[in-house]
C-alpha cells in the first residue's frame, strides 16, 4: 500500500514536498490491513493526530514495523511534537541505518527544534545517500539554509543550483538568490530573478524582495526600485517594502515625489496604497510630513476603492500614526475603525494576520489588554495555519505575554515560533532577553552573536544585539569583549 502525505498548512518550515511511504502488509491478517489503511486514509487526508492514535496503536502490537514507524515519526514532526518525532525516527533508523528518508525526516525534526548541529549531520547524510527523492529536496533546502547560517554560502549555492535547475518553486529559487548575494554573486542573482518574474509576474512577494536586494547590492539603484515598485503594486503589504526603504534617501526621495506626481494626473488605487505605504514607514520619527500625505493618499484610496482590504488597513495604519491635533486616543480609534471596516472585508490570511496583529498593539496602547490577547490569539490561530508562518507577528503575542508577566506562556509560544523557522533571529533575540531575565549570561553571548551574525542590515536588530552582548560578556567577566560592542552602541 502507498501512502502519500500531503502539503498541510499545519505543517512544519521545512516539510512542504509530498513523501510516499511504501507500507508492506503482505503477511498480516485482514482485520490488521484494514486498521493501518484507517491511519494510512487519516494521514494522507492532513488528519495527522486521528493517524499518529492509530500508528501508536499499530506499533504496541508490532514494535518494529519499520514504515509505520516512519509515518509515525512524520506525524509528530507535523503536530509539532518535535521530541517524539525525534525519538520515533530514531527508533526507525536503527531498524534501517541507511534510509536517506529517514535521515532526512530526522534531520528536519532536529532543525524544528533548533538543534542545528545534531540535525546538520543527519541531512548530510541523507543527501550523501540520495539527493534526488522527494524528501531529500526538502532536506537540500533545509541543509542549504543551516550553510547560510555558518556563513557558508558558497556551499548553499552548489547544493541548490540542481534543484533550481529541476523545477521546483519559488522557495527554493529565493534561497539560490539569498545565496548567491551573500556568496558575492548578487548581479548573477539578480539575472537570474529577473528572468522568473518576467516569465511569471505572479512570482512570490519573497522573488521580488530578493531580486530587488540583489541590484542594490550589485549597485543598480534603478532597477532595484523598479523590481520594488512593480512587486509593491502586486504584493503591498509584503517583505519587498524593507528592499525599497533601503535605498539612498536623496534617491528614494525622488522616486516617490515622481510617482506622487503621476498619481495626481491619474489616480490609481494599487499605487496609492503601495506609495501610501512606503510614505508611513519611511518617516517613523514623523519629521517630515510623510505621514500625512501618506494618509490623504490612502484616504482617496479608500474613497476609490470602498472594498479594498488594504486600502483601509494601511489608511488605518497613517491614522494611527497621525500627528493632528485630534490626539493620540481618537486617532488610535480610527485606526481601530479602519481595521475593523478591513476585517469585515474578508481579506487573504496573511494581510488579516497583519490587520490582527496591529489591532492587539492598538489594544495594548489604549491600555484594554483584553481584547489585545483576543486579536493576538486569533493572530497566532492564523499562523499556525499558513504555508510561510510568520515569526515576526507571533513575537508581537510573546512580548504581550512577557508584558503580562507570563512569562511560562511567552517562553512556550517563543519555543513554537524557533520551531517554525529556527532561523529566525528576532525570535533568537527575544530569546536572548528571556535568557537574560534568568542570568544565563553564556546562553545570552550564544544567542545575542547569532542574531549579530543574522541581522543583515536591520539597525534595530543589529543595535540590540550589541547591547545583550555587552551586557553578557561584562557579567561573563570578558571586559574587553564586551567593549567592543559598547564601543559599536556609542559610535551610532
Not at 222 to 234: F, N
Not at 304 to 315: E, M, R, T
Not at 324 to 336: D, F, I, K, S, Y
Not at 384 to 399: G, S
Request: aromatic share 6%; charged share 25%; glycine share 6%.
Amino acid at each position: 500500500m502507498t501512502v502519500v502525505i500531503p502539503k498541510s498548512p499545519a505543517g512544519n518550515f521545512f516539510l512542504c514536498v509530498f513523501v510516499t511511504l511504501i507500507v508492506c502488509l503482505t503477511t498480516v491478517a485482514q482485520s490488521a490491513r484494514e486498521s493501518l489503511a484507517s491511519a494510512d486514509a487519516a494521514m494522507q487526508s492532513g488528519r495527522f493526530a486521528d493517524a499518529a492514535r492509530e500508528y501508536e496503536a499499530w506499533l504496541k502490537a508490532h514494535p518494529n514495523s519499520k514504515a509505520v514507524l516512519l509515518a509515525l515519526g512524520i506525524c509528530y514532526m507535523q503536530l509539532g511534537r518535535q521530541q517524539e518525532a525525534v525519538a520515533t525516527l530514531r527508533r526507525y533508523l536503527k531498524l534501517v541505518p541507511r534510509s536517506a528518508a529517514g535521515h532526512a525526516a530526522l534531520g528536519i525534526a532536529l532543525l524544528d527544534g533548533a538543534k542545528t548541529a545534531e540535525a546538520k549531520a543527519e541531512l548530510e547524510i541523507a543527501v550523501r545517500l540520495n539527493p534526488r527523492q522527494p524528501m531529500q529536496l526538502d532536506a537540500v533546502e533545509a541543509l542549504a539554509r543551516v550553510y547560510l547560517i555558518e556563513g557558508k554560502a558558497g556551499k548553499a549555492v552548489v547544493l541548490l543550483r540542481p534543484l533550481v535547475a529541476s523545477g521546483t518553486g519559488d522557495e527554493a529559487l529565493a534561497l539560490l538568490g539569498d545565496a548567491l548575494i551573500k556568496s558575492g554573486q548578487a548581479r548573477a542573482a539578480g539575472e537570474m530573478l529577473n528572468r522568473q518574474l518576467q516569465t511569471n509576474p505572479r512570482s512570490a512577494a519573497q522573488v521580488y524582495a530578493l531580486a530587488a536586494w540583489a541590484h542594490l547590492k550589485a549597485g543598480d539603484l534603478a532597477k532595484a526600485a523598479e523590481t520594488c515598485e512593480r512587486g509593491m503594486r502586486i504584493y503591498p503589504d509584503s517583505e519587498i517594502e524593507a528592499a525599497y526603504l533601503a535605498l539612498p534617501a536623496p534617491f528614494l526621495a525622488e522616486r516617490i515625489g515622481a510617482r506622487i506626481e503621476r498619481l495626481q494626473k491619474a489616480p490609481d488605487v494599487a499605487e496609492m496604497i503601495a506609495v501610501g505605504r512606503v510614505l508611513i514607514d519611511a518617516d517613523p520619527a514623523r519629521k517630515t510630513r510623510a505621514n500625512e500625505i501618506a494618509e490623504r493618499l490612502l484616504a482617496h484610496a479608500v474613497e476609490l476603492a470602498p472594498a479594498n482590504a488594504s486600502a483601509h488597513y494601511n489608511y488605518g495604519r497613517a491614522l494611527s500614526q497621525s500627528g493632528n491635533p485630534n490626539g493620540g486616543q481618537n486617532n488610535l480609534e480610527r485606526a481601530l475603525g479602519e481595521w475593523e471596516k478591513a476585517l469585515a472585508l474578508n481579506p487573504g490570511n496573511e494581510l488579516r494576520l497583519q490587520i490582527l496583529t496591529k489591532i492587539g498593539a492598538a489594544r495594548i496602547d489604549l491600555s484594554d489588554f483584553e481584547a489585545a490577547e483576543q486579536a493576538f490569539e486569533s493572530a497566532l490561530e492564523i499562523n499556525r495555519k499558513l504555508p510561510r508562518r510568520k515569526p515576526e507577528a507571533a513575537l508581537e503575542y510573546v512580548r504581550f505575554l512577557q508584558l503580562r508577566s507570563r512569562t511560562a506562556e511567552a517562553e512556550a509560544l517563543l519555543r513554537e515560533n524557533l520551531s517554525w523557522n529556527p532561523f529566525s533571529p528576532q525570535a533568537h533575540l527575544e530569546l536572548a532577553k528571556l535568557l537574560a531575565t534568568r542570568g544565563q549570561w553564556a546562553r545570552v553571548a550564544e544567542e545575542g552573536e547569532f542574531v549579530l551574525r543574522n541581522a543583515g542590515e536591520d539597525e534595530e536588530l543589529l543595535r540590540a544585539a550589541h547591547l545583550l552582548l555587552a551586557r553578557a560578556y561584562y557579567r561573563l567577566n570578558q571586559p574587553e569583549k564586551a567593549r567592543q560592542h559598547q564601543a559599536w552602541i556609542e559610535s551610532r
